[in-house]
């Protein structure tokens, strides 16, 4: 996957404001817009999540559009027709697929689809992006374009590239609404298979603080603390530092279902006035 530097600079400021340490159910849909937005410039972002057993899809823009729902009533009545609109995820294998993989433009402007759902919409081109690994959930991201050039090689990089992080990103917030207190202590990271330094440091992770704080408020070096982060990423089977603190997260919820034991030796640091309160979803 090759991509220029102004496109990584673009897609790491964009992710940074994405995985803002607050981020839960009641704002991932709109965080994710705005970073979609960013990475490929459309008219606006589509969301629908369907809850697997159920016949509920829920969808939310990212901006109002006239019209919606009425479009939505006529997408779902004709959504089972086409590959590109039936809600599978195994399509392109499981990678960014867009309107020019199944019709040229031309073909498109005479379907039924386009004359019910996207013309009404003022939309006549469209990138699905699957969210991965959301266990009990099939949910997309749809940007939505008009009358513009098709999707760019580079474009669909980028959205492949965002995918592991729209799926990390929506396994958090969920895991973040069904804790009480979402945020583990270093005590529990131990039991994990941490060391003690390794916890304190994933503790904080957790927390959404970046390197340089987590070794200002540990007094430990720079260097160190990114040494302690590739361990822990390493240990966790993590490819970033949102996996980390999933993995985190999982750890807590499973020592809320057990008394806890205190036969590792571990240490407790001081959060108050450090860390940010939880955000209520």
């Known amino acids: 996957m090759q991509l220029s530097s102004h496109q990584l600079t673009v897609y790491c ?39 697997v057993g159920t016949d509920v899809l829920e969808t939310r823009l990212s901006q109002m559009a006239p019209g919606f729902e009425q479009a939505m009533e006529a997408y779902s009545a004709l959504m089972s027709k086409y590959p590109l609109y039936n809600w599978d995820h195994t399509v392109n ?11 040229s433009r031309r073909q498109f402007h005479q379907m039924d689809i386009f004359a019910e759902v996207y013309k009404p919409l003022g939309i006549d081109d469209h990138c699905a992006i699957y969210v991965p690994g959301v266990e009990g959930e099939i949910s997309f991201f749809g940007i939505e374009r008009s009358r513009a050039a098709d999707y760019t ?22 895991s973040r609404s069904r804790l009480a207190d979402p ?58 530092r949102l996996s980390a603190s999933l993995w985190a997260m999982c750890r807590a919820r499973k020592d809320q279902t057990r008394p806890l034991k205190r036969d590792l030796p571990y240490k407790q640091i001081s959060m108050r006035g450090v860390l940010p309160q939880p955000e209520k979803v």
């Open 13 to 51: 400021r964009a992710s940074e404001e994405f995985l803002k340490p607050d981020i839960g159910l009641g704002n991932y849909a709109e965080r994710a817009f705005a970073f979609l937005e960013k990475i490929a410039p459309c008219e606006f972002v589509f969301f629908g999540t369907f809850k």
């Open 93 to 103: 294998g499981g990678k960014p697929f867009t309107r020019s993989d199944f019709f």
């Open 153 to 174: 090689v580079e474009e669909r990089n980028l959205l492949t590239l965002a995918q592991s992080l729209l799926g990390s990103a929506r396994n958090l917030a969920k």
């Open 183 to 240: 945020l583990p202590d270093p005590a529990s990271l131990c039991r994990g298979g941490l060391s003690i330094r390794e916890s304190e440091v994933l503790a904080l992770m957790t927390h959404g603080k970046t390197n340089e704080e987590i070794g200002m408020i540990l007094n430990i070096q720079l260097n160190t603390v990114k040494e302690h982060v590739k361990r822990i990423l390493a240990k966790t089977n993590s490819p970033n």
